[in-house]
């Protein structure tokens, strides 16, 4: 009997939406992991008694969790004397000489003045402080005011798309004032609306996703910071589960002539340099085999990242797969490659056939298109 499986549409869509947010690029600092992370605690944390999860949180309780979050990140790490960096902006481009993302500067700072002790935790901190209450209320509210800012509203934009609000609404525009947020901060007007309503399903999904995202996030955040300080730290990962292993130059002069010296995606002239780049990301699924490379514009390939190709590109490349199977299958013959090209088009169906119906895939440079799946399926038919 055949069975065609069902997922919980829901908790799918979301995830595939959260693979995609958590890619590389996007972000200049760490935020996007602090405010993730953020949301998942205060989803558990505001679970009624009856067992019923928050439809919105506020603004305030996110910064005081992103304080939270960071609190031990503001201690010098290992031999350094100072915090890690949680951002890529160089002290050249903004001209102030800060090599810190301003969030962890604010806390670092509050830190210092609370407490020597590098390991002192944050309620003792807070205890500690000279200036007492108001020196955290302080630090809240600049924490608050910086996370409505930027990150909030950048959040749920992949790429360079619209924003698409998958996770939560909120009522402020980015033109909204600091002056805005103080006074409502401070009681005296009723300006500004610090709610974030989370959609329909979405904290029910991230409770019953968070033993999945949790170490998820954990290892991407880790591993930006990790780049973002130049420490050595990914070279395990790298070394164990990497495609930079193994060197895929003997094949890219072929694939080169296979295309006519084209780009496989934009179908540009290729110049003297060019990426060979796996079709089915490496992420998803590790193939080095023949059927799965393609010779691409280095900036095509960058810009793919790990992203999941458009119908227009799948079609175009199961036609070079039967248009080219003899030569594909001499190249890897010549070469000693691995070809494998029924169990390519395997993963690749059971990748697509599975993403939900509004996923996003990549066309061209900053381009998404929605799934068009009947013309994925057509294209991936044994
Ligand atoms: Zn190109």
């Not at 600092?29 to 558990?44: P, Q, R, S």
């Not at 509050?110 to 002790?117: G, L, T």
């Not at 959609?199 to 995202?213: D, E, H, Y």
């Not at 691409?296 to 790990?306: E, I, T």
Request: hydrophobic fraction near 40%; include cysteine; charge should be positive.
């Amino acid at each position: 009997m055949a069975v065609d499986p069902e997922p919980d549409r829901t908790a799918i869509r979301l995830a595939e939406r959260l693979i995609q947010l958590l890619g590389r690029g996007g972000f200049t600092a760490t935020y996007k992991y602090a405010v993730l992370i953020g949301l998942m605690d205060l989803c558990l944390e505001l679970t009624s008694a009856t067992g019923v999860p928050p439809d919105m949180i506020t603004t305030r309780q996110l910064a005081e969790k992103v304080i939270e979050l960071y609190w031990p990140h503001c201690a010098p790490y290992g031999d350094m004397p100072r915090e890690l960096r949680q951002t890529r902006v160089s002290p050249k481009s903004t001209g102030k000489g800060e090599t810190q993302a301003e969030i962890i500067q604010h806390i670092v700072e509050f830190r210092r003045r609370a407490d020597r002790n590098p390991a002192a935790s944050l309620p003792l901190s807070r205890a500690r402080v000279a200036a007492g209450p108001e020196a955290y209320e302080k630090l809240a509210r600049l924490i608050e005011w910086k996370l409505i800012e930027m990150p909030i509203s950048r959040l749920q934009i992949i790429g360079g798309e619209e924003e698409d609000r998958f996770l939560y609404e909120y009522g402020f525009t980015k033109a909204v004032l600091k002056s805005t947020v103080n006074a409502a901060q401070q009681g005296t007007s009723h300006g500004f609306d610090n709610r974030l309503l989370l959609k329909p399903g979405v904290s029910a999904a991230l409770i019953a996703l968070n033993g999945i995202l949790r170490p998820l996030i954990y290892r991407n955040w880790a591993l930006l910071v990790a780049s973002m300080n130049g420490l050595k730290e990914p070279s395990l990962e790298e070394f164990l589960f990497g495609s930079e292993r193994i060197s895929l130059d003997p094949v890219r002069p072929r694939l080169r002539e296979l295309q006519d010296n084209r780009c496989f995606y934009c179908d540009g002239g290729l110049g003297a340099t060019c990426h060979v780049d796996h079709f089915v990301p490496w992420s998803r699924h590790a193939d080095n085999s023949i059927d799965n490379l393609v010779a691409a514009h280095d900036d095509c390939n960058g810009k793919k990242s790990d992203y999941l190709a458009a119908a227009e590109h799948v079609v175009r490349w199961r036609a070079r797969s039967s248009r080219c199977a003899g030569d594909l299958a001499e190249i890897a013959r010549k070469e000693a490659w691995e070809s494998r090209p029924e169990r390519t088009v395997s993963v690749a169906r059971a990748i697509y056939r599975m993403l939900p119906d509004d996923a996003r895939l990549w066309m061209s440079g900053q381009r998404f298109l929605v799934i068009d799946r009947p013309r994925i399926v057509r294209a991936l038919a044994a």
